[in-house]
């Protein structure tokens, strides 16, 4: 079992930058690959970025070249910095983490609790 807990949401301007970090606790995330998901009022789960065991990393390309997704397993804490921030990216970030990288909320079989960012125009 992995529990994961999110922080670092709030509210920005438009262009302004955020780190999300997600703690994990009961096994060590070093074993697990990492995801960001984000939820918008009214609608699906989304994909916004993935990082395997190995660091190799992916996005969705509305964040491409402004988001950037981490980890440091010595810390057991996962990231996603967030810069140049639309209103479009306003919802509520969560973390996951599964056994395989994937791009699909399905493939992940744990999850943090959610942190809203909101980001103003």
């Known amino acids: 079992q992995v529990q994961l807990v999110e922080s670092g949401g709030g509210l920005v301007q438009a262009g302004g930058s955020l780190r999300l970090s997600c703690a994990a606790s009961?096994?060590?995330?070093?074993?697990?690959?990492m995801g960001w998901f984000r939820q918008a009022p009214g609608k699906e789960r989304k994909f916004v970025a993935a990082i395997s065991e190995s660091a190799i990393t992916y996005y969705t390309d509305s964040v491409k070249g402004r988001f950037t997704i981490a980890r440091d397993n010595a810390k057991n804490t996962g990231y996603l910095q967030m810069n140049s921030l639309k209103p479009e990216d306003t919802a509520v970030y969560y973390c996951?983490?599964?056994?395989?990288?994937?791009?699909?909320?399905?493939?992940?079989?744990?999850w943090g609790q959610g942190t809203q960012v909101t980001v103003s125009s």
């Open positions: 009961g096994r060590t995330l070093s074993s697990y690959a």
């Open positions: 996951a983490a599964s056994p395989i990288v994937g791009r699909t909320r399905y493939e992940y079989s744990y």
